[in-house]
Antibody, heavy 123, light 113 residues
């Protein structure tokens, strides 16, 4: 059974940093690209960032480019999102998401989602 | 970026009746080389994370009831629930993965009339 478990969310002041983690299990982690998708409370879905299976490509939404960094550790079956210079508008549930196609060279559809971790940016 | 626009924003359907959700992309998501539409549908029930229902515009995921079907090509797509059940109350999203960044529609809320 595929499991994606996020951690690291919480309340943080504007301008500060936070690091999210995602522990993956139930599939061959290093065969799949992984992504972060966020959802502001009561709002729709926004793709944030993705990373290829061997970390040779990373992509970011314009809204987070230059502030967020995605990374992965295939030995630990883990995905990370380093979030710097946080803004109030970054407040959202952050979902760890598995790409639907193995060895994909770019973002595809998303076949498994974690339960999400809430990041609240407020003074 | 490709803009995805869903209609309606919400709809109320009687149990057992058909629900139809439309999704329009600002650019074609049909790839001629493999004749595939890069379009997915997701269901998000209250308090839960999204669940993939359909990929490639019409390929149902394993375990998804056959009352859910996807159709369309190019820029216009439809998700149909042929006979609405109580457990289908949710927000439904379309998503294109033809180009980066992948983008979602704004969502359609389905309720029971």
């Amino acid at each position: 059974e595929v499991q994606l478990v996020e951690s690291g969310g919480g309340l943080v002041q504007p301008g500060r940093s936070l690091r999210l983690s995602c522990a993956a299990s139930g599939f061959t982690f290093d065969d799949y690209a992984m992504h972060w998708v966020r959802q502001a409370p009561g709002k729709g879905l926004e793709w944030v960032s993705g990373i290829s299976w061997k970390s040779d490509w990373t992509e970011y939404a314009d809204s987070v480019k230059g502030r967020f960094t995605i990374s992965r550790d295939n030995a630990k079956n883990s995905l990370y999102l380093q979030m710097n210079s946080l803004r109030v508008e970054d407040t959202a549930f952050y979902y760890c998401v598995k790409d639907g196609l193995s060895l994909a060279g770019r973002p595809e559809y998303f076949d498994y989602w974690g339960q999400g971790t809430l990041v609240t940016v407020s003074s | 970026d490709i803009v995805m626009t869903q209609s309606p924003d919400s709809l109320a359907v009687s149990l057992g009746e058909r629900a139809t959700i439309n999704c329009k992309s600002s650019h074609s998501v049909f790839y001629i080389a493999n004749k595939k539409n890069y379009l997915a549908w997701y269901q998000q029930k209250p308090g839960q994370s999204p669940k993939l229902l359909i990929s490639w515009a019409s390929t149902r995921e394993s375990g998804v009831p056959d009352r859910f079907s996807g159709s369309g090509s190019g820029t216009d797509f439809t998700l149909t629930i042929s006979s609405l059940q109580a457990e289908d109350v949710a927000v439904y999203y379309c998503q294109q993965y033809d180009s980066t960044p992948p983008t979602f529609g704004q969502g359609t809320k389905v309720e029971i009339k």
